[in-house]
Structures are given as C-alpha cells and as structure tokens.
C-alpha cells in the first residue's frame, strides 16, 4: 500500500510507534548524561552532581508525561475528526455490510458513567483475588486502592451482522453481529501492596465482541435473550506508573497482564460468556452453556529453522523451544525441547468449538530463559473456519514476527453427532471419540452444617484424569445450572463421578456415579433426573443433566497435504 492510500488510524498508529521508540532513545541519552555526572561525583570533582541528577530526572519525567499528553491528544483528534466526517455525510450514502455504529458509540458515552459499579464489582470480586492469589507471597497483599473509569467510553469500529445458517432450511432462531471493540481511554488505577503505592495507566484493550440475539420469539418483545462474548482472547496493554516503585518489582507488569487476561477469558472469551434473558420462559443456563460445534484436534508436529535466541560458550545458536496454543480462552502447551532448533513435539490437543465462524488458533513459539521472561520467537494466527470446511488440513505455516521459522500442523475437525453408529474407535492413541456434557442442576435436602444461609457448595465431577469444580452456590438456594463438558476416550468403560462439597471445609456432603454407557441407548443420547446421593442424608438428591455426543469426522475435501499460505493472516 502507498503512503498516500495508508489510511489515517495506520498513520497514527506508525506515528505512536515512532514515538515510543523515541522516548526510548531519550531515556537512554538522560541516562548517559547521568551516569557521566556520576563518575564526576565519584572523581571527587563537586558534590552539585546529585542536583544535577535530581533535575535531569525530574526534566525526563515531566518529557515523558508531556510526550503521552500529545500521544493522547492524537487520539482524541483522530476520533474527532471521523466522526465529524460520518455526521457530514449526506443521508443517500450507502454503507457496505462493515457498518459504522457512531449510533452505538454515543449511546456508550451516555451510559459509560453508570457502567463504573459494575466494572469496580468485576476488579474486586474476580481481578483482585486472582492477583492475590497468582502473584509471589511477597506480593499478595496487592489490592485495588482506586478505580476510575475516567470519561473515555470504549468505542466500536464497524459492525457486521449476518443471521445464522440453518442445516435444514428452516427458519433461524437467532441473529449475530459482530462489533470490533477499542478501548484507549483516560482510566486510571491504583495498586497498593505494602507501602508501595502503584499506578496503572494508557489501558489499550481491543478485540472482536460477538452479540446473539437468541431466542427470537413471537411476543411483543422478540429478542429472548441477549449473549455477548469476545471470539478469541482481545489484546490488553497498559504502563505502570511510579518507576522507582515499578523497578523494585521485576516481571511484575507482565504478571498482572498475564493475570488479568486470564480472568477476562475465564467469563466473557469462549466457551465463556455473559447471558441476559429477556423473555419469560427463556432459560439461561441453555444459552449460557451450549452444546459445542465441534472438536478441533490440534496437532503440533515439528519446526524447522527456528530463530536461536541462546548464545554462550555451552550454548551456541540454539534455542530452547516450547509452543503455547489458544483457542478462545482454552491454552495448551507443549513439552520443552532443550537445544533445538528443529524441535518435534508430537504432541496434539483438543479444543472446544463454539463458533467456528470467526474464532482463530493462536499458536507462540517461546524460547525458556532460566534467568530471565521467556523469550518469543514467533507466532501465527489462523481461522478454524477454513478447516472445518476441509475436514482436516496437514500444513505447514510460516511464523509471523520473525525472518525465519516454519512450524508443522495437523487440523482434524470432528463434529458432534447423536448416532451410536458414529462411535469409533480412537484415530490415534490418547485422542477422544466423544463428549459429555454434565449439567448439575441443584441440591436439595443436604446435611446442616452450619445456617442455610452461611453455606457455600460447589459440586468436583471426573471424568477419566479430567476434574472440573462448578462455581460455589451461596446461601439457601443450592442451584448451579451449570453445564461442564468432557472429552472421552471409552464411552464403554468410563464413568462420570460427582462429589457435593462445602466450599469452606471442604467437606463432602454427598456423592453419586454414573456409567457413561447407560447414555447410549436413550433418546438423543440425553438424561435428566433426581439421584440420590450416597455419604449423605436419607433425602438427599441431586438433580441433574447428562448428553453424550460422538465425535465424528467430515468427509475430507481438498488435499490433504498442501504447503499453506492461504491460512495466514
């Protein structure tokens, strides 16, 4: 693209490139001055060094706070002047599908001052203890001093709206939009840990946001409920305030970014998602929790010509490589190859699908550092709709971020069907042949502890080696609705096991087990009824759901080995 066709977004996007590059290379001439002034002070030559030092700091503080006031103003400018242009524009222009939603973006402003209380709810309540509980013990005091949101909404880019395809021709019970969000506002956070008082600031946070409209029912509001999840992890940035202070903390920014992209995942990136029923009857744990797409088998095979990141007199050229893989807010990782630069892992994985249309692999080469943050040699992104369309896909992709670097993928797509006919045996060893989805409902009538309002229970189900916990049910109302899925290798000879547990003793207050096999032969392979649970009170029960699935692959078009390049992005 020539300069004159760059559009504005990508100029000022270079511009702010250049200008952290700047400071940089700022920071370092303060420095160099600095340190100069230092050794005249060590000479003995005067003691008016260390004023000298406090003013060069000072005068790079008061740059630095300068420098992101202009980066901030070219922003703000920018988004000013584009929607100035959207207003101006007569009302015969016609827009393409990628639809501008300035409308949406003056209803957030209006809103956006409201929206504090449930963002302060979401910090304290999930951000914070996940910091304390993930960050070293030196540092798990840290808590949310302050929380202001500031005046800047986030904005969306473009909406694109389709209505979901119907396999059998009929009428669809839903619609989708798509909204690409971003959101570089003037928030301001404070984290206390101890006496150090630190700063979070510049929080840049962007991905793309899907909203379902689902049900669509025949009554005087027709949308029954309303779910909004991120397709895949969005892209989080910010800086720390207070240097000095930041300094004592090594790796502690990309632990919190860590932490927080993690907690975000854990509840608005699939298979995650928030859910707002609207219409009587309209259950929200079905809209909440259902049924996946498919499974998508992710193999991680080899790499050649990988980029060496370890020099040293043991060590030359060469790299310690490991791959993460992100598939929404699911990770994998495979095992570290110590010196190599042509690793074979051999390794493949399984991941939910929920929304094939628009959800990407995102797959990061890391090189491990025993002394230092691992080192990234590499990454690519590529869209699963692609693969579901083939069947499978045997490829090999060129990583993006560096110069050199191939890494090898095997795709298989399976779907999810209720036919005992489609139970196979496994393709491979240590792969699935089908799903099972547990769905505790509620608990009633289990052994007093403690006041029924003081309560706190969750319910642990296994699967083969898989264990998953519910989230804990509070007060007297011991109801979950929440549906956990489970891959499984031998429908046959595998069973689901439930255990009750209060949260604060960790005392089980009931149990119960059921053969996978006992699905089989039900209607559309699906249970749902009251057991009585075992280890506990004479009327004890659990109420609760069951589906098996078999997984099932497509038929394969296209080759089945082809050097892609159409996959990248």
Same mark, same amino acid.
């Given at each position: ?276 029923? +609207? ?6 744990? !079905? %809209?909440?929790? @259902?049924?996946?797409? $498919?499974?998508?088998?992710?193999? &991680? ?27 929404g807010a699911q990770q994998f990782r495979t095992k570290l190859i110590k010196n190599d630069l042509n690793p074979e892992w051999n390794e493949t994985f399984e991941a939910f699908i929920d929304n094939q249309e628009g959800q990407e692999i995102f797959l990061q080469v890391y090189d491990e550092d025993t002394s230092s943050k691992d080192t990234k ?36 797509? +399976? ?6 006919? !489609? %139970?196979?045996? @496994?393709?491979?060893? $240590?792969?699935?042949?089908?799903? &099972? ?106 109420k609760c759901r069951f589906i098996l699935r078999m997984l099932k692959a497509p038929a394969v078009n296209g080759a089945m080995n082809v050097e892609e390049k159409t996959l990248l992005r």
């Amino acid at each position: 693209m020539s300069e004159e066709a760059e559009p504005s977004y990508m100029r000022i996007y270079h511009n702010l490139k250049n200008c952290g590059i700047s400071e940089a290379m700022e920071f370092l001439r303060y420095f160099g001055v600095t340190f100069s002034l230092w050794l005249v002070g060590y000479m003995h030559f005067s003691m008016a060094w260390i004023v000298l030092i406090i003013m060069i700091f000072l005068m790079w503080q008061f740059e630095l706070e300068k420098k992101k006031k202009h980066r901030k103003h070219l922003i703000q400018c920018h988004q000013s002047s584009y929607v100035n242009r959207i207003e101006g524009l007569p009302s015969w222009v016609y827009f393409s599908e990628d639809e501008q939603v300035e409308w949406l973006n003056k209803m957030l402003v209006q809103m956006w001052p409201y929206i504090g209380g449930m963002v302060y709810k979401i910090l304290k309540e999930n951000v914070e203890p996940e910091l304390q509980k993930n960050l070293p013990k030196s540092l798990s005091s840290l808590y949310f001093e302050t929380i202001d949101l500031g005046n800047t909404p986030p904005q969306f880019k473009h909406v694109v709206a389709y209505g979901k395809k119907s396999k059998d021709k009929k009428r669809s019970d839903d619609f989708i939009f798509d909204l690409a969000l971003f959101y570089r506002g003037d928030a301001n956070l404070k984290l206390s840990v101890k006496s150090v008082k630190l700063g979070i600031s510049n929080i840049e946070l962007q991905g793309p946001l899907r909203v379902i409209f689902k049900p669509l029912v025949s009554e005087y509001n027709p949308v029954g409920g309303v779910t909004v999840f991120f397709l895949n992890r969005p892209q989080l940035k910010f800086d720390l305030n207070n240097l000095l202070n930041v300094l004592d903390f090594p790796g502690l920014k990309s632990t919190l970014r860590r932490i927080i992209n993690d907690v975000i995942a854990s509840f608005v990136v699939l298979p995650n998602r928030v859910v707002v029923p +609207l219409a009587e009857g309209v259950d929200a744990s !079905d %809209l909440q929790y @259902p049924i996946p797409e $498919g499974v998508l088998q992710i193999g &991680v095979l080899e790499a050649k010509d990988l980029t060496p990141c370890d020099f040293g007199l043991v060590k030359k050229g060469k790299s310690d490589p490991y791959t993460i893989v992100q598939v929404g807010a699911q990770q994998f990782r495979t095992k570290l190859i110590k010196n190599d630069l042509n690793p074979e892992w051999n390794e493949t994985f399984e991941a939910f699908i929920d929304n094939q249309e628009g959800q990407e692999i995102f797959l990061q080469v890391y090189d491990e550092d025993t002394s230092s943050k691992d080192t990234k040699i590499g990454f690519i992104e590529t869209d699963i709709g692609s693969v579901v369309q083939e069947g499978m896909r045997n490829v090999w992709l060129q990583l993006q971020g560096v110069e050199q670097g191939r890494i090898h993928l095997q795709l298989n797509w +399976l779907e999810l069907t209720s036919s005992l006919q !489609d %139970l196979m045996p @496994p393709a491979q060893p $240590g792969t699935s042949v089908a799903v &099972v989805i547990v769905k505790p409902i509620s608990a009633s009538a289990l052994p007093v502890t403690k006041k029924p309002s003081l309560q706190s229970i969750f319910c642990e189900i296994t699967v083969g080696e898989s264990i998953q916990n519910t989230f804990i049910a509070y007060g007297e109302k011991t109801e979950w609705k929440q549906a956990l899925r489970f891959l499984v290798s031998d429908p046959e000879g595998q069973e689901v096991k439930i255990k009750v547990i209060e949260a604060k003793g960790n005392k089980v207050m009931g149990k119960m087990a059921i053969d996978i096999r006992s699905l089989l032969n039900k209607p559309d392979m699906t249970i749902q009824q009251t057991y009585p649970l075992e280890t506990s009170g004479e009327k004890s029960v659990l109420k609760c759901r069951f589906i098996l699935r078999m997984l099932k692959a497509p038929a394969v078009n296209g080759a089945m080995n082809v050097e892609e390049k159409t996959l990248l992005r």
